[in-house]
Nanobody, 123 residues
Framework: QVRLVESGGGMVQPGGSLRLSCVPS????????MGWYRQAPGKERELVAI???????NYGDFVKGRFTISRDNAQNTFNLQMDGLQTEDTALYYC?????????????????WGQGTQVTVSS
């Protein structure tokens, strides 16, 4: 079982910045993917950013260079730097991790989610 603890949400004015952090309960090196999703009221959960062993680093189309995902191996955390925030970025942001366990050559992946941190962009 992997627990994920998020921090860094809050309220900011349009054009402002926030930095989200996620601390997994296991070593970050044991995760095959780590990232962030978000869900706004009345909308489906969508990918914000992800670092994956198999597919590299990817961002949602709406990011358009405004956000940066990173990992800090020394602190065992991964982060999402969000700049140029807009009102439409208001959502509950979820930390996500995938852990793949291998038995021989067969791998089994499990997804884990944090409880979510609220990001509100408003003037």
């Amino acid at each position: 079982q992997v627990r994920l603890v998020e921090s860094g949400g809050g309220m900011v004015q349009p054009g402002g910045s926030l930095r989200l952090s996620c601390v997994p309960s296991v070593t970050i090196f044991s995760l095959s993917a780590m990232g962030w999703y978000r869900q706004a009221p009345g909308k489906e959960r969508e990918l914000v950013a992800i670092i994956s062993d198999s597919t590299g680093t990817n961002y949602g189309d709406f990011v358009k260079g405004r956000f940066t995902i990173s990992r800090d191996n020394a602190q065992n955390t991964f982060n999402l730097q969000m700049d140029g925030l807009q009102t439409e970025d208001t959502a509950l942001y979820y930390c996500y991790a995938e852990r793949t366990l291998f038995i021989g050559s067969s791998g089994r992946s499990t997804d884990y989610w944090g409880q979510g941190t609220q990001v509100t962009v408003s003037s």
